[in-house]
């Protein structure tokens, strides 16, 4: 019991790191980031790049993964999500951009990359063992630590920096904000590139455990769709707890429902549709976002 | 003669707070009648709960004998008790003449697969829709812009055109939701001529919701005052004007606008 | 435009689809072709579907549920029951249209991201259920079902076996793109009648929409079940095609590129879907040849038309029409 827990804590902490980025981009701008997945992978292969390959600090490579993520994610916003907004008809073209950049982006992993499986060397030995009932690798333990002092300094940073309570008052009502003198244009930008930054930032932390690939990208970004729908869409407290409640089912599913095989997802994803169809804003979203 | 709409005693919660509390008031035929109110007096809510695009917590609104809360708003619609909306709610991506158009919908004879199909009944309601329209576009002073994009009309435009497509449904009543707020004198007056003519030339039964003391007091054979959702006063201009009630709750809520 | 102009349009239109594809095709000798083009038809035909959610405000990325349900209703009717592929198209398409009543009726009461999500989901549960059934054989799928057979009554020969005229891949590209030629004059119609008029009001302004009289419920319930009557009838052509059907078959990526084509084409044009699966299917595959840069030319190029043009491809004509009028 204590090592499912464990494994969903885990679990859980990077996930909900990853749909605190896609919830904000979310909130602030109305759109779906389909490349999500995709800012995830190429975070994952930066810090391969700089701590694996060369051989610099972990720490140096995390934050190089965090950095050139957040400076993506800038430049897609001024350069192509804001263009497109302003004149398209309807919103949901959005959606469109934000797949052709998926796929931009999975070309340009694979071109400079690869489409190999690709590790980086543990960055701490050893196991945690507490009398068996909870077997842990340290480096596990100090990934998910991270993760979760992650998220807190990024609500921190969301409750009482300027920038963060700016980013707020848009989530809650662009127009308002404009009126109260927020530069809409300025911080939809920087939301941007701090939603990409913390994709960038998984990214960078997971690759020390589970490896990277080109392929993780899609099936990520569903992932965090799902994690974002159960939460309440463009809530914040609703993507981590959505993070913690799809890493908890996982880490449950796959240890006590495995004998079954694939009933268990289809129960878990039949599960959720009847769910957002009740409740579509989620657990903790306000009604049509 | 009985009533045309009779509200009878509807209450509507939100929670613990009581938006509309047991207000009751009836509305003969061809009247109009206005409900006004300081700021969240239950103006809106009451509207809405007449209109059926909220459920009333107690009571019941009947309209010809017949109850009509607490069912779908198209089906309200369907019996003749139409609705505007505040915000200048309009179909944005059609122009003038397609939104009157397309809000003929409840004079349908022919069935989805009968315009599909452009069965004689389809093409008789289309020609008639595209007659109508041009009439009623003539009527509220919009025949000169009916091809124009309706995302494009100035404000006052569109208030008229929300009207407009409220007239095209073929009402018996009409509600109509703070028609004249955010207008100036010229513009208010000219849509109380308006309102006037739905009435006088159309035979429609206007029930509205107002803000601006000096047209509703022009406007209204009857009106109706709401405070902290209660209903404090009915009657004509005149009494309401005489009311101490009223203007202690207009004095009020003064007050507390300007922050004392 | 005029009537004169549009009707030469249509022909021109049709003259290519039938008599132009398999002229170049015979001409060029690339054969494979059929098959791509084939699939662009038939890909058309759910991507039909999908605007036509659009068409009434809601980003509908299920397609490929109703996809596969319409390929395994089609193939175990064929392999079970021993029924003639040509009665089990329509009943393919109606099955999807009664499931997707009983799905929208909760579901269609959500918008925009919300909507989306809980379709993206159905894809998910629809391929994790064609695994579960026993009737669809799990992963294994259905193999080694037999190309459509001959339709007689009496002895009157209605539609001839598939390989009767010996090349079928041309049988099949004719016949799918005859039924993209019936969908979309279908489609037209809808758009240009008064539904479209009223699914228009629906897209617009929900609320209005009602306050006007409009069952919005039940034109909702209508316009998805059309759509997923298409999506039925598309999936159940391709396994006739392809006959064998998976689990994998449909999925959620086919989903999201039904929806794909829909928005590249333009959401405000009808026969938007036609011209966006061929760019976005045709393209991918004129690409082959450039190899390990395939994806990078097809990604820049698709960003660079949504920067260019994000009302979609056909709203290049926009302007001109703006003038003209």
Request: neutral net charge; charged residues 15%.
């Amino acid at each position: 019991m204590e090592q499912i827990l464990a494994n969903g804590l885990y679990l859980g902490a990077q996930y909900a790191l990853i749909a605190l980025g896609l919830t904000l981009i979310f909130a602030l701008m109305n759109v779906l980031n389909f490349a999500h997945g995709q800012m995830y992978v190429l975070g994952g292969f930066v810090t391969y790049t700089v701590y694996g390959q060369l051989g610099l600090p972990f720490f140096v490579a995390l934050g190089c993964s965090a950095l050139t993520l957040a400076v993506v994610g800038a430049l897609i916003e001024r350069f192509l999500f804001r263009p497109v907004l302003a004149r398209s008809h309807r919103e949901e073209s959005s959606m469109l951009l934000a797949a052709g950049i998926a796929f931009f982006m999975d070309a340009v992993i694979l071109l400079v990359f690869g489409e190999k499986q690709r590790g980086v060397p543990k960055i701490v030995g050893g196991v945690l063992n507490w009398d068996f009932r909870l077997i842990m690798p340290y480096d596990r333990i100090l990934i998910g630590v991270l993760a979760l002092l992650s998220i807190a300094a990024f609500i921190l940073f969301m409750s009482y920096s300027r920038t963060g309570r700016a980013l707020r008052a848009m989530a809650q009502d662009r127009v308002a904000a404009q009126l109260m003198g927020v530069d809409v244009d300025r911080y939809a930008m920087i939301g941007f590139a701090l939603g990409a930054m913390l994709a960038g930032l998984v990214g960078g932390l997971l690759v020390t455990i589970t490896g990277v690939n080109l392929g993780m990208g899609g099936p990520t970004s569903i992932k965090a769709f799902l994690m974002v729908m159960i939460g309440g869409a463009g809530v914040i407290s609703g993507a981590i707890a959505g993070g913690f409640i799809l890493g908890m089912m996982e880490s449950v599913g796959l240890t006590l429902l495995s004998a079954y095989g694939d009933i268990t997802y289809l129960v878990i994803f039949a599960s959720l549709m009847v769910f957002l169809a009740i409740r579509p804003q989620g657990l903790m979203g306000k009604p049509w976002g | 003669m009985s009533p045309l709409l009779e509200v009878r005693s509807v209450t509507r919660r939100f929670g613990g707070l009581v938006a509309v509390d047991s207000v009751a008031f009836d509305v003969a035929e061809k009247e109009i009648l206005s409900v006004i109110g300081p700021n969240g007096a239950g103006k809106s809510t009451l509207f809405k709960l007449i209109a059926s695009f909220l459920k009333t917590s107690s009571g019941e609104v009947i309209f010809k004998g017949e109850k009509i809360s607490d069912r779908s708003p198209h089906e309200v619609a369907r019996r003749g008790v139409v609705r505007t909306f505040q915000e200048t709610t309009i179909f944005r991506g059609m122009t003038v003449r397609d939104n009157v158009i397309v809000a003929h919908h409840l004079r349908s004879k022919a069935s989805l697969a009968g315009y599909f199909f452009a069965s004689g009944d389809a093409r008789a309601d289309e020609a008639a829709f595209a007659r109508s329209a041009d009439e009623i576009c003539d009527f509220i002073g919009l025949g000169e812009i009916k091809d124009e994009m309706a995302s494009n009309l100035p404000q006052g435009h569109l208030r008229a055109l929300g009207i407009a497509i409220g007239l095209a449904t073929d009402p018996a009543v009409l509600l109509l939701d703070e028609p004249f707020a955010g207008m100036n004198h010229d513009e208010t007056m000219r849509t109380v001529e308006l309102v006037r003519g739905v009435r006088d030339e159309r035979g429609v039964t206007v029930l509205l919701v107002e803000h601006d003391m000096p047209a509703v007091m022009s406007i209204s054979d009857r009106i109706v005052v709401l405070n902290f959702g209660q209903k404090i006063a009915e009657g004509t201009p005149a009494e309401i004007r005489a009311d101490d009630k009223v203007i202690e709750a207009y004095l009020g809520a003064e007050d507390e606008s300007i922050g004392l | 435009m005029g009537t004169g102009l549009r009707i030469a349009g249509v022909l021109l239109f049709l003259a290519i689809v039938f008599l132009g594809v398999p002229w170049a095709i015979q001409a060029s000798g690339r054969w494979d072709f059929y098959y791509t083009l084939t699939s662009v038809a038939l890909l058309a035909i759910a991507s039909a579907g999908v605007w036509l959610t659009f068409y009434i405000g809601r980003i509908n990325i299920g397609q490929g549920a109703y996809a596969l349900t319409g390929g395994y209703v089609s193939a175990i009717l064929v392999m079970q029951a021993g029924w003639n592929f040509w009665l089990t198209l329509p009943v393919a398409g109606i099955f999807c249209a009664l499931v997707s009543v009983l799905i929208g009726l909760p579901i269609l009461r959500l918008r925009g991201v919300y909507f989306a999500m809980v379709t993206l989901v159905l894809t998910e549960v629809a391929r994790l259920t064609a695994l579960a059934l026993p009737i669809t054989n799990g992963a294994k799928g259905i193999t080694s079902i037999p190309l459509p057979g001959e339709v007689s009554i009496l002895g009157l020969t209605l539609i001839p076996a598939i390989d009767t005229f010996g090349d079928v891949k041309l049988a099949f590209y004719l016949v799918a793109a005859a039924l993209m030629v019936i969908v979309f004059a279908g489609m037209y119609r809808l758009v240009n009648s008064r539904i479209g008029h009223l699914c228009r009001s629906l897209q617009q302004n929900e609320e209005l929409a009602s306050s006007i009289g409009v069952n919005i419920t039940y034109l909702r319930i209508v316009a998805y079940a059309i759509s997923s009557f298409l999506g039925g009838i598309a999936g159940a052509m391709f396994v006739a095609i392809s006959q064998s059907i998976y689990p994998s078959s449909f999925t959620v990526v086919d989903s999201v590129n039904f929806m794909l084509n829909c928005f590249l084409g333009g959401l405000a044009y009808v026969f938007g879907p036609i011209l966006g699966t061929l760019v976005l299917y045709f393209g991918w595959d004129l690409l082959f040849e450039t190899g390990r840069f395939q994806l990078l030319i097809y990604s820049s190029v698709l960003i660079l038309i949504i920067v260019l043009l994000p009302n979609g491809l056909l709203s290049v004509f926009e302007r001109k029409r703006a003038t003209a009028r």
